[in-house]
């Protein structure tokens, strides 16, 4: 069975604190693994997709890299704007259906 | 951009009510979804249409149903409200082909079943 697992749960920055989010993963079949921002109330909103071990892409503060079985999101020199939720997804071939697992998120939160 | 949109925002509905919740997105895409989410959770998708008239149940199909009559149109429906059935509902929507099979999400529908 895919399983998708973030650390920490929660997170707590003091702006222009560095940090990393941790997505660790387990499946089969690796289709892609995306990264989405959730802010309180809202939908994901979709920010990266990594399709292989050693890419790496670039979004203003935020950075996303990927291993073989794990990704992180890197933030450099948060903004208190930056707070939400940061969700991870992998997509895997699973009988002909692209499933797709989320984890449960990691909240940000950035203190001014 | 692309743009899903979610008939509301926030709906209470009585236990045993028929509850209807209505997606659409305009990018032409072939895949859509609907997910719940719940604290500690995340998010399970319901269930998925990869295109008109066809639809898969997801991890969690028990007590809802779907309609997809056209392409853009994705709607779920809750045939007997319970209040285990109180979350946030969520659709998205993805094509499946091109190697960008990331999915975009809508606002959400926060449910109360009281």
């Known amino acids: 069975e895919d399983q998708v697992t973030q650390s920490p749960e929660a997170l707590r920055l003091q702006e222009g604190e560095s940090s990393s989010l941790n997505c660790s993963y387990t499946v089969s079949g690796l289709r892609g693994l995306f990264w989405y921002r959730q802010d309180p109330g809202k939908g994901p909103e979709f920010l990266f997709t990594?399709?292989?071990a050693g890419e790496e892409k670039e979004k203003e503060r935020l950075k996303a890299t990927l291993t073989k079985k794990e990704s992180f999101l890197h933030i450099t020199a948060p903004k208190p704007e930056d707070s939400a939720t940061y969700l991870c997804?992998?997509?895997?071939?699973?009988?002909?259906?692209?499933?797709?697992?989320f984890g449960i998120g990691t909240k940000l939160q950035v203190i001014p | 951009d692309v743009k899903v949109t979610q008939s509301s925002r926030y709906l209470v509905k009585r236990t045993g009510e028929k509850v209807f919740l209505e997606c659409v997105q305009d990018?032409?895409?072939?895949?859509m979804f609907w997910y719940r989410q719940d604290p500690g959770l995340g998010l399970r998708l319901i269930y998925f249409s990869y295109d008109v008239k066809m639809k898969e149940k997801g991890d969690i199909p028990e007590g809802y149903s779907v309609s997809r009559e056209k392409k853009e149109r994705f709607s779920l429906i809750l045939e007997s409200a319970s209040t285990n059935q109180t979350s946030m509902y969520l659709c998205?929507?993805?094509?499946?082909?091109?190697?960008?099979?990331?999915?975009?999400f809508g606002p959400g529908t926060r449910l109360t079943v009281t």
């Open positions: 990018m032409d895409h072939e895949n």
């Open positions: 998205a929507s993805s094509i499946p082909w091109g190697g960008n099979y990331e999915q975009y």
């Open positions: 997804a992998v997509q895997a071939d699973s009988g002909g259906y692209q499933k797709v697992t």
């Open positions: 990594l399709y292989s």
